[in-house]
């Protein structure tokens, strides 16, 4: 069912005055913003006090609350309760019989709620908690550490015995820690998977993608794009998508996943719901499937997201495209479909490009 259309001309990017986003993060949003007008009927206004919000970050209640939001379709992006809600901590529960630490409004029984939505893991806030809960994961086999606000493959470590611990936490600061760490197992070999929907006034989309990570010229693995299969609808629309081999397993656990969140804390919503799931081997061969954290907010996928929505709204149903995103540091040819919405020098890391494509469902760009 479509989102009852707004009657909002004016869209409105926020958190351009941020100085610590990088000038591609900044285009990104902007380039989206201006096509988002399009879609709606509106103008993009910087200005405007009231509109259709797309917000650079996950909003908390009460900046949403400051900026006229109460509701979904006044955003692309998601409103939580509290900072923390809207990052990687909450896909697992606290360090058994440690220090505790974590924030308020942290909800004791959502671990053990998203049960194999997840991998086994736990969210850490005190250096001692860290080093028990990796010590205890390392039993089975490598362990992935990642800080609470780690993006795109950034701070994060994956460790494999208590010395390359040890290592890795003399590089943070305790304040780091405070903020929050993640430990999970980690699986190998691995897929990264998304699923999502976004519900925009008149559009509501759901996909299934995969992920690819590249390296910068600094020899970082970072994000590099998404190939999405993209349907109609929620994501019970991608049930009846011939998904690949553990497609039909991801979005269950995305379900499960968002129904345990909601349960937690009500209070969140979010039009723009993005999932990123990894699939393998665990250090014992076990196959498992598990969120690995969720995006409510304009993301790297986001342009996808909008070329297919912008096919999908002149296709005859059924329809459903296949949308890339592709971020490099390496001066291969941009194909002459692609929508090309920053090319330049990235600060300590080279010269980065980022497109988008959209085209038929199995056609190859």
């Not at 942290?106 to 997840?118: Q, S």
């Not at 299934?208 to 629309?237: D, K």
């Not at 592709?326 to 980022?354: H, I």
């Amino acid at each position: 069912m479509s989102v009852e259309s707004s009657s909002a001309h004016a869209v409105i990017p926020l958190g351009l005055e941020q100085t610590e986003r990088a000038p591609h993060e900044h285009a990104s949003l902007m380039h989206f913003a201006t096509r988002m007008a399009v879609l709606l009927g509106g103008r993009v206004d910087a200005q405007a006090q009231r509109g259709y919000f797309i917000p650079i970050e996950t909003l908390t209640q009460e900046q949403a609350e400051a900026a006229g939001i109460s509701e979904e379709r006044q955003l692309f992006g998601g409103v939580v309760p509290m900072p923390f809600v809207a990052t990687k901590l909450i896909s697992h529960g606290l360090w058994p019989g440690g220090e505790g630490g974590a924030p308020q409004g942290w909800n004791p029984a959502l671990g053990e709620a998203l049960g194999e939505a997840v991998l086994p893991g736990y969210s850490v806030f005190t250096a001692n908690d860290l080093q028990a809960a990796v010590e205890a994961l390392l039993a089975t086999g490598p362990v992935r550490c990642k800080l609470a606000h780690a993006r795109g493959g950034n701070d994060q470590k994956v460790v494999t015995d208590a010395a390359s611990l040890q290592a890795w936490m003399q590089a943070l600061r305790a304040e780091d820690i405070a903020a929050g760490v993640v430990v999970e197992i980690d699986l190998f070999p691995a897929d990264t998977f998304s699923v999502g929907c976004v519900r925009v006034p008149g559009h509501e989309i759901a996909y299934f993608g995969t992920q690819r990570n590249i390296r910068t010229p600094r020899g970082s693995t970072v994000y590099g794009g998404s190939q999405l299969r993209v349907v109609r609808g929620g994501l019970e629309a991608l049930k009846s998508a011939q998904l690949p081999n553990g497609g039909e397993e991801a979005v269950r656990c995305v379900q499960r996943y968002e129904a345990a969140i909601e349960q937690a804390y009500p209070a969140m919503f979010a039009s723009r719901r993005n999932y990123d799931l990894v699939r393998g081997r665990d250090g014992e061969g076990r196959l498992r499937c598990g969120v690995l954290e969720q995006s409510w907010r304009f993301g790297g996928a986001s342009m996808a997201e909008m070329l297919a929505m912008e096919a999908l709204a002149v296709q005859a149903p059924p329809a459903s495209v296949d949308a890339w995103t592709y971020e490099t540091y390496d001066s291969e040819p941009v194909p002459e479909r692609a929508v090309v919405y920053f090319q330049g020098e990235v600060a300590g890391a080279g010269f980065l490009t980022k497109y988008a494509m959209v085209m038929p469902h199995g056609s190859q760009p």
